[in-house]
């Protein structure tokens, strides 16, 4: 499987393009902005877009995705609990101080705790992780986890926006995180990349050497 990061849109929010050698199909994980080197690199491999996977609807992770849905034609998949937020872009982002002039995608569908995708042979399992926002989740493909804004490299994702909570985000990455094997790579959605078991070590909020 090749992982590609292109950090993208108003602040730099890392979009995941997944490519399976095998099959030639490919995913992308949340899309904040210009799809063009996406596109390239697409090309470059000879590989084809299936859908894109969204790990929360925040603004900065979705941007880019109504432009490129003119040239893929693929759906965007999102938690049912986190459609709203993807609903109501334009408004997010005149709350945030930008320029309400982006459309939100089109072709939403939403999926749930359980959830099982594909990309060739591999399995993507989504994993339900509220309190960034109520339908954030994680992705696990083998050791690799697309953890969006619940967990960073040594931090956690903001609980102070609408709908989010830290006692939810706490249960998440206490609960579910971090009963995940220690050598899981972490891909969060900014910043750089880290594991299970450097956080469970040292996360500022639940790494065991600061509690
Ligand atoms: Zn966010
Ligand atoms: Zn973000």
Redesign the pocket.
């Known amino acids: 499987m090749i992982i590609k990061t292109f950090p993208l849109g108003l602040i730099g ?1 890392n979009t995941y393009l997944l490519i399976d050698e095998e099959s030639k199909e490919a995913v992308l994980i949340d899309l904040g902005g210009d799809f063009h080197p996406i596109k390239e690199e697409l090309e470059k491999n000879n590989a084809e877009l299936k859908y894109i996977l969204n790990t929360h609807g ?1 603004f ?2 979705i941007m880019g995705e109504r432009d490129a849905q003119q040239v893929f034609k693929v759906p965007v998949y999102i938690h049912e609990d986190d459609k709203y937020l993807v609903e109501n872009l334009p408004k997010q982002l005149e709350r945030f101080g930008f320029v309400a002039n982006y459309l939100p995608p089109e072709n939403i569908k939403t999926f749930t705790q359980n959830d099982v995708f594909k990309i060739g042979n591999n399995e993507i399992k989504v994993i339900h992780t509220p309190g960034h926002t109520p339908g954030s989740v994680c992705f696990l493909i083998g050791k690799d986890l697309f953890s969006g ?1 619940t967990l960073f490299y040594t931090s956690v994702g903001r609980t102070d926006f609408e709908g989010g909570s830290f006692a939810k985000l706490s249960n998440s990455i206490t609960q579910k995180l971090f009963k995940l094997d220690e050598d899981v790579d972490v891909y969060p ?2 910043d750089s990349k880290t594991t299970i078991g450097y956080e469970k070590k040292y996360n500022c909020y639940f790494g065991s050497d600061n509690l």
């Open positions: 929010t925040h900065d992770h804004d959605g900014h």
